[in-house]
C-alpha cells in the first residue's frame, strides 16, 4: 500500500510540475505576442533613413543617432529616446504620445502636427524646431523648452484639435 501511495505522489508531482510548465509557456507565448513589432534600436545609427509611415510603438532609440531621419506619419506612441539625436528629424504627424524623451536634441526637427499627449520630454530641446499644430497636452517639459516654444506656438492639431498654445500652457 506505501509503494503505491508513493507512486500515485510522484505521478502526482509530475502532473503539477508539466501544468505548471504549460501555464509557464503559454505566459511567456501571449507576452512575445504582445510585445508585437517593438525593437530595441539603442545606439543604432539611423541617420538619414525613411522611416516614414512606420509602427514604433513600444521600441527603444536610446543613444540612437536620428539626425535628418523622415519618421512622418510614423507611430512612436511608448517609445524611448533617451539620450537620442533628433536634430532635424521630420517627425510631421507623429504620434509621440506618452513617449519618454530624456535628453533628446530635437533642434531643428519638424513636429508640425505632432502628438506628444502626455510625452515626458525632460532635459531635451527643441531649438527652433517647428511645433505648428503640435498637442503637448499633460507633456512635462523642462519650463525653460516651453517658455521657448510659446513664443512661436501656433495652430491646432488636425486630429486632437487641441491648440498648441493651450497644450503648452502658453499665458
Known amino acids: 500500500m506505501n509503494i503505491m501511495f508513493f507512486e500515485l505522489k510522484s505521478v502526482l508531482k509530475l502532473f ?3 501544468l ?17 513589432n517593438k525593437v530595441n534600436y539603442s545606439y543604432a545609427d539611423l541617420a538619414h533613413q525613411d522611416l516614414s509611415n512606420q509602427n514604433f510603438q513600444g521600441s527603444v532609440f536610446a543613444a540612437a543617432n536620428m539626425q535628418e531621419t523622415n519618421l512622418h506619419n510614423s507611430d512612436l506612441s511608448e517609445s524611448i529616446f533617451t539620450e537620442a ?17 530624456d535628453k533628446v536634441t530635437l533642434d531643428f526637427a519638424d513636429l508640425r502636427e ?15 524646431a517647428n ?9 512635462i517639459i523642462d519650463r525653460y523648452q516651453v517658455n521657448l516654444m510659446c513664443q512661436r506656438a501656433k495652430g491646432i492639431n488636425p486630429i486632437t484639435h487641441v491648440d498648441t498654445r493651450e497644450s503648452l500652457g502658453c499665458k
Open 114 to 128: 505632432a502628438i506628444l499627449v502626455e510625452a515626458i520630454a525632460t532635459r531635451s530641446r527643441f531649438y527652433d
Open 16 to 18: 503539477l510540475s508539466l
Open 85 to 101: 539625436n533628433l536634430f532635424k528629424a521630420n517627425l510631421k504627424k507623429a504620434n509621440l504620445s506618452n513617449a519618454l524623451l
Open 131 to 139: 511645433i505648428t499644430a503640435a498637442d503637448f497636452t499633460d507633456a
Open 20 to 36: 505548471i510548465l504549460v501555464f509557464t509557456s503559454m505566459i511567456m507565448l501571449q507576452s512575445a505576442w504582445a510585445m508585437g
